[in-house]
């Protein structure tokens, strides 16, 4: 695989959905009047609404932490960069994201390094803190990943140099045995009860065609109070969505680019991470080793508080089995949790919560790294 260091120097921004209408303009802002080659990344599930944008845009459109007009608002000390992972091949892209996540993730989580992961139409991310991408190049590089144009990457204000490199890689000869993951087992796990979701891209150059569209899909949708899982993310690559298959007919077929032979129906399956900090590292390796090896591809959204492991619904029930997770479709809603301004009173308090409307919160003890 093919990974390349970004210029952008980025942060993270979490946030309750009830404090959504506190950064609409600015959410707004970087939705549709940002620069093409800027990096902009928005989650909203059911326990947060996550952003990864760079560190002047956090800076100068979001409140800061504390502000009292985004209540409960948390943007990080710490800097990341952006590893842009390339396929071998674009027709093994989508078909082969497990085995390319279990890849890239297996030496970090053994070196103790934390990584968040992105799942994109067009591509993969990896983000790393700054201090430690010298760490993570060296480390990378000693297991066969080919870099891109490491001359023009610039850490801490200074191009990348060939000894800095040289001197982060003495200590690094084996980092098979360094480190143990953190345990997943267990971490409180539960499949969305979403609608279907698609991975889609949108075209760059037409946003008349589909702003107003996504607008309604982020800020007005159908059924104010439904628990959704909804993701965009934009680069000078493109635009990638993840959303409920039945609002992709609300945009111009002609701007959304999408398998049209066979679509790959999603489902959504969330880790609570809200109890570890962004330290954690082995959760992506844990999860995706364990699926990959038992044939299940599947795509991942790493959130402040989440980590979202989307798989076809065609391996779904191969899936709970696996992990002893139980399917909640058909549960009656009073059976499952309580009501949403009651769960988002919880999340805003900070509380640990056990479970989320539409959706009961399970324990697996079968997920852990081997």
């Not at 480190?179 to 946003?207: A, C, M």
């Not at 439904?226 to 002609?254: C, H, M, W």
């Not at 919880?346 to 479970?355: A, I, N, S, T, Y």
Request: net charge negative; proline share 4%.
């Amino acid at each position: 695989m093919l990974i390349t260091v970004l210029p952008y120097r980025l942060q993270l921004i979490t946030l309750p959905v009830s404090s959504l209408s506190c950064i609409s303009h600015a959410v707004i802002k970087n939705l549709f009047f940002r620069g093409k080659d800027k990096f902009f990344s928005y989650t909203q599930n059911s326990l947060e609404v996550s952003i990864i944008a760079e560190v002047e845009t956090a800076a100068n459109d979001f409140p800061d932490n504390g502000s009292a007009l985004a209540p409960n608002i948390i943007k990080t000390d710490d800097v990341f960069r952006a590893l842009q992972v390339d396929a071998d091949s674009e027709a093994d892209f989508l078909e082969e994201s497990g085995q390319r996540i279990t890849d890239i993730s297996a030496p970090l989580a053994a070196a103790g390094i934390s990584i968040f992961y992105l799942s994109t139409y067009q591509t993969d991310f990896v983000f790393v803190k700054e201090r430690r991408l010298l760490q993570v190049i060296s480390i990378l590089q000693k297991h066969n990943c080919e870099f891109n144009d490491l001359e023009s990457v610039n850490v801490n204000d200074a191009p990348l140099s060939s000894a800095a490199l040289a001197a982060e890689g003495v200590p690094l000869t084996d980092v098979t045995t360094t480190h143990q993951p953190h345990p997943v087992d267990t971490l409180k796990k539960n499949l969305l009860r979403t609608e279907t979701l698609r991975l889609i891209g949108l075209d760059w150059s037409t946003p008349d065609s589909w702003s107003l569209e996504l607008l309604k899909i982020m800020f007005y949708p159908e059924t104010p109070g439904k628990r959704r899982f909804f993701s965009y993310t934009a680069t000078n690559e493109g635009i990638s969505l993840i959303v409920e298959e039945s609002v992709i007919n609300q945009f111009d077929p002609n701007v959304v680019y999408q398998d049209q032979q066979s679509p790959v129906q999603l489902r959504c399956i969330q880790v609570d991470l809200t109890q570890l900090g962004l330290d954690r590292y082995g959760i992506v390796y844990s999860m995706s080793k364990r699926l990959v090896k038992i044939g299940i591809n599947l795509l991942y959204l790493s959130t402040y508080m989440t980590a979202n492991v989307l798989i076809s619904t065609v391996d779904l029930e191969k899936i709970l089995h696996e992990l002893n997770l139980r399917n909640t479709d058909d549960d009656p809603e009073d059976a499952i949790g309580p009501t949403l301004a009651a769960w988002a009173a919880d999340v805003d308090l900070g509380l640990k919560v056990g479970v989320g409307n539409k959706g009961v919160l399970l324990t697996s003890s079968d997920l852990g790294a081997s």
